[in-house]
């Protein structure tokens, strides 16, 4: 069974955490390029430094999110077992499973236009996000071709991109639960960004629970299922 703990630290936390567990032959791997690495079931202990943020060329713009944060500066540890298994006294920033969830309604073309350009996405969002314009058509290209992204241009799964971040900050696609709202992505892992956001709560962290779907990152890196809906629930 799928499911991965997150926690969020600052250094000091980290290296002291980071030492416990190396006591029990535990030693987390570092993310040292993609920030959605860890999240693979081939890696029960994994880390993102700070400096992973801003690595990996074709992610930089989009995981700006992370330094427009409250997170930023600190250390995300991801481990497939919470960490009070190990006597560490800390409870996990969001817990992720698979999902057996498909969604009743997802939005037609207009209205992932009209999310898009909603005042509270825009508000929250870091310019660094939005600006497109500054990519060569050859970051694009390159970017699509990796991701495996086809049948739509960079400009026009942009759009799609906002909108999708767009309804975990507003929410107008979710289910009603016990806990509140639990918005969910809005469309298939082709049409999402930076899912990465999601799952740690950079984007969506006011919601108790949400589903999404893993970005093509977290299918290529991550090994998550392509398509497929996780649940998110957040312990904070």
Not at 63 to 90: C, R, V
């Amino acid at each position: 069974m799928y499911i991965k703990f997150t926690y969020w630290m600052d250094e000091k936390n980290f290296k002291d955490i980071r030492k416990e567990l190396e006591k029990k032959d535990i030693f987390p791997a570092a993310a040292k390029k993609t920030v959605c690495l860890p999240l693979s079931s081939k890696i029960p202990f994994g880390y993102i430094p700070p400096t992973a943020w801003s690595k990996f060329d074709l992610c930089r713009r989009q995981l700006s999110w992370y330094f427009a944060s409250k997170f930023a500066g600190q250390y995300l540890l991801i481990a497939e077992k919470p960490l009070t298994q190990f006597g560490l006294d800390l409870l996990p920033e969001t817990t992720i499973k698979k999902a057996k969830f498909r969604p009743k309604h997802l939005p037609d073309n207009e209205t992932i236009k009209r999310l898009a350009e909603k005042e509270g996405f825009k508000h929250y969002c870091p310019p660094e996000f939005l600006d497109i314009g500054s990519m060569d058509e050859k970051m694009k290209d390159r970017w699509m071709k990796i991701m495996g992204v086809r049948g739509i241009t960079y400009d026009e799964v942009f759009v799609e991109q906002c909108a999708n971040h767009a309804n975990f900050i507003e929410p107008e696609y979710f289910l009603d639960t016990a806990n509140g709202i639990a918005p969910y992505s809005i469309g298939k892992t082709s049409k999402v960004c930076s899912a990465c956001l999601e799952f740690f709560n950079i984007i969506g962290s006011k919601y108790k629970n949400k589903y999404v779907v893993p970005c093509p990152g977290a299918v290529l890196f991550g090994g998550m299922s392509v398509n497929k809906y996780y649940f998110v629930s957040s312990s904070q």
